[in-house]
């Protein structure tokens, strides 16, 4: 069965406190937990298995695939419907749970993270397009900033969870833990109502992707926005666990936990506000809260510094999240929210896989060079201002 694709109430329910909106949110979470628990314990495992050189290829490979399958997975969004794309991207998570304990080597290790990167290249996109069908625009903001709750709370959970279970049993529980995780995640799927009413049985010609498919020009701003907010946090998935070892932090995921859970205390507000008193002021907010977290994080070289930065930086976060997802879905055409998705995914994975890489390849296992690398992204945090700055004055002198 079919819900209506528009942005209506549900049976008269409320337009986002319902039990789909309640579905959609706690597969995320899930999803969210499977693939991130393991991210704090990748670094050493890969250092394990001879690869040391190559833990900026962690997140960087990751993203690669997750950023390359946005097109497809836009494009199915709008042709096939939403809840097949989630479930794809909650699969992947599951069958690569199972075969990081198979591959062993580092080069079977490598093409896993490839693999993997699949996963986030199909569930969100599908599940913001899902958001947006079954809520009224003028609420976005804080649906799409109550479903980042749930989605950061799976971050907060999955790298505690994953230390800790590796801290007391192995890597290969914590795979297996992973898998389950994502089980669980598409077996809730499996109850939730399609909202895509013109939804087309899958073709082999819906894989063929043109410029078009790849790249919404409608949605620019917001996606430019994103790709400069989040290089950063490539260069903290990939220095982080290194960063808190150096400073004695022995939970690997007390980082990913504080900015999390931080994040978590804005989200919904964020959303609301942006609602109320437009994306732009929002973004302005979370962006110079970005800029403090940094510099936080890099001059600060203690335990009470790192939790500090950790905590302004999951605030950042959470201001900007949902507002940057919402002014997409305001740019975005309604048949094309699945490409408008896509297009700002795209922006996001770009910018952590190159943060990624170029916090691997300056790194090189010098610890000193870590406050240089988060100084470096403090200053990309500055262009976004400018940029947010002239396009304000473009859009109130010339109206565009």
């Not at 997750?66 to 199915?76: E, H, M, N, T, V």
């Not at 993270?113 to 986030?120: A, K, M």
Request: positive net charge.
């Amino acid at each position: 069965m079919n819900l209506p694709h528009s942005n209506q109430p549900l049976s008269g329910i409320h337009p986002i406190y319902n039990v789909q909106f309640a579905l959609v949110c706690l597969s995320s979470l899930l999803f969210s937990a499977s693939f991130n628990m393991l991210i704090p314990e990748l670094p050493a495992y890969l250092t394990s298995l001879g690869g040391a050189e190559y833990k900026g290829l962690i997140i960087a490979l990751f993203t690669l695939t997750a950023g390359i399958s946005r097109p497809f997975s836009g494009k199915l969004t709008d042709k096939i419907g939403r809840i097949p794309v989630m479930a794809v991207g909650s699969f992947v998570c599951f069958l690569c749970g199972f075969l990081y304990p198979v591959l062993t080597t580092v080069s079977g290790f490598l093409l896993l993270r490839l693999i993997h990167g699949f996963s986030t290249g199909f569930k969100p996109t599908a599940t913001a397009a899902y958001v947006a069908d079954i809520v009224p625009k003028e609420r976005w903001g804080e649906a799409l900033g109550m479903h980042g709750i749930c989605f950061s709370t799976g971050m907060a959970i999955g790298p505690a969870l994953g230390s800790t279970i590796k801290l007391y049993s192995s890597m290969n529980v914590l795979f297996y833990t992973s898998s389950l995780l994502a089980l669980l995640s598409i077996l809730i799927l499996m109850n939730m109502k399609e909202t895509l009413s013109t939804k087309q049985r899958f073709r082999w010609s819906f894989l063929k992707i043109s410029w078009v498919d790849v790249f919404d020009w409608h949605v620019f701003p917001a996606a430019f926005i994103t790709f400069l907010s989040y290089l950063s946090y490539g260069t903290i998935l990939t220095l982080i666990p290194d960063w808190s070892d150096h400073l004695g932090l022995s939970n690997k995921g007390t980082f990913f936990m504080v900015f999390t859970l931080s994040s978590l205390l804005v989200r919904f507000v964020a959303g609301k506000v942006s609602d109320q008193y437009g994306r732009v002021k929002v973004i302005y907010a979370g962006l110079i809260l970005l800029f403090i977290a940094l510099l936080t994080i890099g001059f600060f070289e203690s335990v009470v510094g790192i939790i500090s930065g950790a905590f302004i930086y999951g605030l950042s976060l959470g201001v900007l999240s949902p507002a940057l997802n919402a002014w997409t879905i305001d740019f975005s055409r309604p048949n094309e929210r699945g490409r408008a998705m896509a297009t700002m995914y795209i922006a996001l994975e770009a910018a952590i896989g190159g943060g990624a890489l170029f916090a691997g390849w300056y790194y090189r296992d010098i610890t000193a060079h870590i406050p240089q690398i988060i100084y470096a992204s403090a200053v990309v945090i500055i262009v976004a201002l400018l940029y947010m700055m002239y396009r304000s004055y473009t859009v109130k002198t010339q109206g565009v």
